[in-house]
Nanobody, 125 residues
């Protein structure tokens, strides 16, 4: 059973930076397909960034390209999201998601991931 625990959310001013982390347990991190999603109040959950198992390929929503960077350290079973030049529209609950079966990291569809963390809140004002 995979467990995901996110951390790093905070309240920041526009233009600031945050780095989110997601630690996976219960399954070898390097065998997990992983991604970051977010959900703003009253809106559907949306994909933010996906990464291949080995970390060699990364994919981003258009709204965050050039500002966010997804990475992973499989030795530490940890997924990261570096967020720079934050905007108020980046506000929301950020979730780490994983699947033990193959997922195309480019598509960023929530229903393709079957393990989710509890989320970490990011507020940009």
């Amino acid at each position: 059973h995979v467990q995901l625990v996110e951390s790093g959310g905070d309240s920041v001013q526009a233009g600031g930076s945050l780095k989110l982390a997601c630690v996976a347990s219960g399954f070898p991190g390097n065998n997990l397909y992983m991604a970051w999603f977010r959900q703003a109040p009253g809106k559907e959950r949306e994909g933010v960034a996906g990464i291949a198992r080995g970390g060699g390929s990364t994919y981003y929503a258009d709204s965050v390209k050039g500002r966010f960077t997804i990475s992973r350290d499989n030795a530490k079973d940890t997924l990261y999201l570096q967020m720079n030049s934050l905007k108020p529209e980046d506000t929301g609950m950020y979730y780490c998601a994983a699947n033990t079966r193959w997922v195309c990291p480019r598509t960023l569809r929530p229903n393709e991931y079957n393990y989710w963390g509890q989320g970490t809140q990011v507020t940009v004002s």
